[in-house]
């Protein structure tokens, strides 16, 4: 079933963006490559047609996407993060002692010569 929904996924994305494209923009985009279509679409020409065009193939996109997540999820019943392995880390454990041990001590200056 999944694999079903992820097929139309990749097509639905690709007539999604192709429709996106087609749309007239302030820079009219790839609709000027079409031709005219004003004949074949009405007086507002394809503006009116794409918009309810891509509206469409966006909505099932998106029913498709919520679709494929919950077959997905349903089939795995398991997460990703439970595959995560814990690794133990390479640094060896510093060895506890008993005491702390004590600094040495300073040596003593040695003493001033006597003078007669």
């Known amino acids: 079933m999944t694999g079903t929904l992820l097929v139309l996924q990749f097509i639905l994305a690709a007539v999604l963006t192709i429709a996106i494209l087609l749309q007239k923009s302030s820079s009219i985009g790839l609709g ?3 031709g005219s279509n004003e004949s074949l679409f009405g007086a507002k020409g394809p503006a009116g047609f794409m918009a309810k065009f891509t509206f469409i193939v966006g ?3 998106l029913i498709n996407t919520l ?7 349903q ?3 398991v997460s990703i993060a439970e595959d ?3 690794v ?6 510093v060895p506890k002692t008993a005491e702390i041990p004590k600094a040495p001590k300073a040596p003593k200056a040695p003493s001033a010569p006597k003078t007669k």
């Open 88 to 93: 133990k880390p390479l640094i060896p454990a």
């Open 75 to 77: 089939e795995k019943k």
């Open 67 to 73: 679709a494929l997540g919950y077959f997905y999820n």
């Open 84 to 86: 995560i392995k814990v």
């Open 32 to 34: 000027a490559y079409s």
């Open 59 to 61: 909505f099932i996109f």
